[in-house]
Every structure is written in structure tokens, then in C-alpha cells.
């Protein structure tokens, strides 16, 4: 009798367990999109085509679409009034160029369907979509609409500077819908993203003078030979003067396909030096890796090629491999020191000043986003901590392995500190790090940060802290497991805290209530 209770309860956890995995469910979306870009006038003309697949238990009336350009569009939108109410911010609102979106003309199945604005003035780059008949759970729908962009100038993310061009957030985008319903929120500075896991097949027309870097594998053979015949011949002289992209054409349309990923970002400039190399990862599989930057003398981007790679061969080891087959990283305008913003497969990184420890930091960081931001797809806006704090995490750890440095302490490190193993080096930085005051939880949407110090430190290193904190109760070889098991869970998906926290739980083997209590705690963990 005791065996067959004993088999029976093992059998209902077994169909538990199974049931859990079974309800979790998300929208998938396939995107066509051609557009063209006009370097004179700043602008870009499209039309996309999105199949919406309903894997959601609910019939849908209506789909919220971020229109993200009319974030830019006058100063009464959520991202002006964000930016003007930081003082360490609103500097960068002087003289700069308004951007909009316009022209769209939503067809669901060929039909035109109405659209209605949302009830916050403020969020002019939110619109609802009407459809013109119920969407049923596993049902897929068409929706297209044209759409032209008036970019701004570069002070967000999206936009132009010199001759460099930014296409970030610029196509419309299906708000999230998941079991905690729309997340139809407004664009802004200081808080990232929510997307969609989609399949992406873009063709992008521009000027032949143009070299682009974008999301996904390029599909024109004759110019990605092209890229990788002189980004190798870059990669391996390094000293000299750099090969250049020719143009042979007026214009040219570019095709670039990547599939299951949040997003989709492409770069343009002319001035740009490729470097290109491959990256083997442990299990033999190779992966494409691309550098692009400005042609300048004694510039410290002749090697980022290397801390790509580098990157992408330390985040794989630690948490789970690298499953694109492209990685990238572009360097932005030249006289802007935003730091980086991460994109599937490609990265802008705005670090003019930095030096070698500290440019192949950031790099790192971003590249880095690949696993925690588009492999792993967290919500950034409300959980901002599950995706940049376990990033800066193993920022920090990377940093200590390869300089014995880090990206917050930066020259104030003592000589005596730099001598250390790495290990004792990132306890000693930790160490630092819990001096710090840092006021407010971790678990604190991103919109509701008074200042972006205040956002940054608890976001990313508050956070970094909080793992450590756990790395140093049960070890760091059960510390990088609890992330493989996490990752491998729940790679291609939408983890929440919860998630993150049952996950760790499974694979340490203890209980983390008080732990993740940690998170909602104000002050430091004394």
C-alpha cells in the first residue's frame, strides 16, 4: 500500500509538472516588411505585411500596435515629459528634430479596419486596432498597412546624426498580449521593451553608398562576400589603412531574414570600416561575427571584432549557446556617449572616450543582451532588473576575468585591488558595490525611477549585488547551473520573476522565498 501511494503521488507531480508547462502559451507573429530610406529628406517609406497567430486561450476583438516614432513627435508625448522631468537628462532635448509616423491604413484579411486612440494624450504612439471580426483562440489573421517615417534626430534611441542612421523601434509592432493581458505602454528613454517573438523578413532599400548592419542573416550572397572579404582583410590588418566599401550601384535593396527573435534594428553609414571573423563555439558550432565603426586614426575599434567574440564565447560557456548565426556590434555617432543599446543579432555602441577594458565591457554587455532580452524575453519595462541586472552580472564577472577591472569603479580601483585573483578582485568590488546607497527596490518598474543614476544603479547593479549575494551562499558552479537550467527552461519564451525564481529553486534545491523577498526591499540588505 505504501508503494502504490508513494507511485500515485509521484504520477499526480508528474501531470502537474506537465500541466504547468502545458498552460503557458504565447502570440507568435511573421513579419514581411520592404522599406526604403531617404537620406535627404530623413525619412522611411514601408509597407508590412504581419500574420498574427492567436495562441492565446481568449477570442480578441481588437490588437494594440506601438506606433513608436510619434514618440518623437511633440514635446506632450510620455518620452518628452520623462526626459524633461530628469535634470540630468532634459540637456538633451536642446535643438533637436521632431520625428513622426503617418500614412498607416490597417487591413486585416484585405479589410480596412478602424483604429481608436488611446484614452492617455500622452501616448500618442499607442493605437488600437479594430478587427473587423473576432479572432478565435489558434486562429491567424493578415494585417498590413503602409506606413512613413519622419526620423528624428538622435537623442533617444531612433534617428540621425552626421551621416549615421539609427532604425530602431521604427516599423508598427503588435503590443504583447499574454495572461496578464495588453501591455499597450508608451515609448521611453529610461525604460526598455516587451515584444513579441516573431520571424522577420525585411528588405531594406538605400542609397549604394550605404553599408548596413542588421538584425538577421543578410540574403544577398554577392554582398555579404562582399562584407566578409573586407571585413577579413580588416580583421587581419589591423594597423594599416582599413579596406573601404566601393559602391557600384545608385541604390540597392538589401533582404535579411531572422526568425523567432523580439525585434528587428538596422544601421546605416558610409564612412564604415567592417571587420569580420567567425566565432566556434563548444559544441563545434560557428557563428558569423561582423564589427562596424567609423574610419578614424588610432581608434580602439581596429579589435572589437575580438571582444565580440570573446562575448559571445563567455556568455555561451556560462548560461546556454549563442543560437543565432550572426552577432554584431556598430559603433554609433561619434560624439555621443549614450554607452550601448541592444538589438537581436546587432548592438549600437556610443562610447567615444572609452578605453580598452571599458569599450570591450560595454560590448560585452550588449552582446549580452542576446541571451538576456531576446533569448530570454523578460519583460523589460516592469521587470527592468531581469534583464540589465543578471546581464551586468556576468558584465562584471567578465570584466574581472580579462582586466581586473570594472565599469563603475573604473580608474578609482587600487593597484593592490588589480593584483588580486579574479575572484578575490569581484569579491572586493562586491564589497564596494554594498557601500553604495541605493535606496529603492529592485523590483520598481522603470517608469518609476525619479532620475536615470537612480534607475541604473539599482536596475543594474543593485541587482548584480543581489546574485552575488546568492553566488556567494551556494557557490558559483551551482550558480551558473541555476542560470543553464534557466535558460534552457525558458529560452524563446516570456520568464517572469516567478519563473526565475522556480527555476532557481529547482536546480539549487532550496527554498528562495526570503531571497527573491530581497527584491521589493528598499535600502540595502543589511
Not at 147 to 160: A, D, M, N
Not at 412 to 419: D, F, L, M
Amino acid at each position: 500500500m505504501m508503494k502504490k501511494n508513494l507511485l500515485m503521488l509521484f504520477l499526480s507531480l508528474i501531470s502537474l509538472s506537465v500541466f504547468a508547462q502545458q498552460t503557458y502559451w504565447q502570440q507568435h507573429l511573421s513579419y514581411n516588411i520592404d522599406v526604403k530610406l531617404n537620406d535627404k529628406d530623413k525619412t522611411l517609406q514601408g509597407t508590412e505585411k504581419i500574420v498574427y497567430k492567436n495562441n492565446s486561450p481568449s477570442t480578441l476583438n481588437f490588437i494594440w500596435f506601438h506606433i513608436w516614432p510619434n514618440a518623437y513627435k511633440n514635446e506632450s508625448t510620455a518620452l518628452f515629459q520623462q526626459i524633461r522631468n530628469d535634470s540630468s537628462r532634459k540637456e538633451k532635448l536642446k535643438n533637436v528634430t521632431y520625428g513622426s509616423i503617418e500614412g498607416l491604413n490597417f487591413k486585416v484579411n484585405g479589410k480596412a479596419a478602424a483604429t481608436e486612440a488611446h484614452s492617455n494624450p500622452q501616448y500618442i504612439d499607442v493605437v488600437k486596432v479594430i478587427l473587423p471580426a473576432p479572432l478565435n483562440p489558434g486562429d491567424s489573421i493578415d494585417i498590413s498597412t503602409d506606413f512613413k517615417v519622419k526620423l528624428p534626430s538622435y537623442f533617444s534611441r531612433s534617428g540621425y546624426a552626421d551621416t549615421e542612421f539609427m532604425i530602431t523601434q521604427w516599423y508598427p509592432k503588435p503590443a504583447v498580449f499574454d495572461k496578464d493581458g495588453w501591455h499597450e505602454f508608451p515609448y521611453l528613454d529610461m525604460g526598455e521593451f516587451y515584444s513579441e517573438y516573431a520571424d522577420y523578413k525585411v528588405n531594406i532599400t538605400v542609397p549604394g553608398n550605404y553599408v548596413v548592419g542588421a538584425t538577421g542573416t543578410l540574403q544577398n550572397t554577392d554582398e555579404l562576400e562582399k562584407y566578409k572579404s573586407i571585413g577579413s582583410k580588416n580583421t587581419a590588418n589591423r594597423d594599416g589603412k582599413p579596406v573601404l566599401y566601393q559602391a557600384k550601384d545608385k541604390s540597392k535593396t538589401l533582404s535579411y531574414v531572422m526568425n523567432n527573435v523580439p525585434d528587428f534594428a538596422w544601421f546605416a553609414d558610409q564612412d564604415l570600416v567592417i571587420q569580420y571573423d567567425t566565432v566556434k563555439l563548444a559544441s563545434g558550432k560557428i557563428v558569423d561575427a561582423f564589427s562596424y565603426y567609423h574610419n578614424k586614426p588610432k581608434t580602439l575599434w581596429v579589435n572589437s571584432i575580438d571582444y565580440i567574440k570573446d562575448a559571445t564565447k563567455h556568455y555561451s560557456n556560462w548560461i546556454g549557446e549563442y543560437q543565432y548565426p550572426v552577432v554584431q556590434a556598430i559603433e554609433g555617432p561619434k560624439n555621443n556617449s549614450s554607452g550601448g543599446m541592444e538589438y537581436p543579432t546587432i548592438t549600437l555602441i556610443t562610447s567615444p572616450d572609452a578605453k580598452v577594458s571599458s569599450l570591450d565591457g560595454v560590448i560585452a554587455h550588449e552582446v549580452g543582451h542576446n541571451w538576456f532580452m531576446s533569448m530570454l524575453g523578460s519583460n523589460e519595462r516592469i521587470h527592468t532588473w531581469q534583464d540589465e541586472g543578471l546581464n551586468t552580472y556576468f558584465q562584471f564577472r567578465y570584466e574581472a576575468e580579462k582586466y581586473r577591472a570594472n565599469s563603475i569603479f573604473g580608474d578609482a580601483i587600487p593597484e593592490n585591488v588589480k593584483a588580486l585573483p579574479s575572484d578575490k578582485f569581484l569579491n572586493a568590488i562586491y564589497g564596494a558595490v554594498s557601500g553604495i546607497p541605493m535606496k529603492s527596490a529592485i523590483e520598481t518598474p522603470a517608469a518609476n525611477f525619479a532620475t536615470s543614476d537612480e534607475y541604473g544603479m539599482i536596475s543594474y547593479v543593485k541587482t548584480a549585488l543581489w546574485l552575488y549575494i546568492l553566488e556567494s551562499s551556494v557557490g558559483r558552479e551551482k550558480m551558473d547551473k541555476a542560470f543553464q537550467n534557466y535558460f534552457s527552461e525558458w529560452k524563446n519564451k516570456h520568464p517572469t520573476p516567478a519563473d526565475l525564481k522556480a527555476s532557481f529553486e529547482e536546480t539549487l534545491g532550496i527554498k528562495l522565498d526570503d531571497y527573491f523577498g530581497l527584491l521589493k526591499k528598499e535600502g540595502d540588505f543589511k
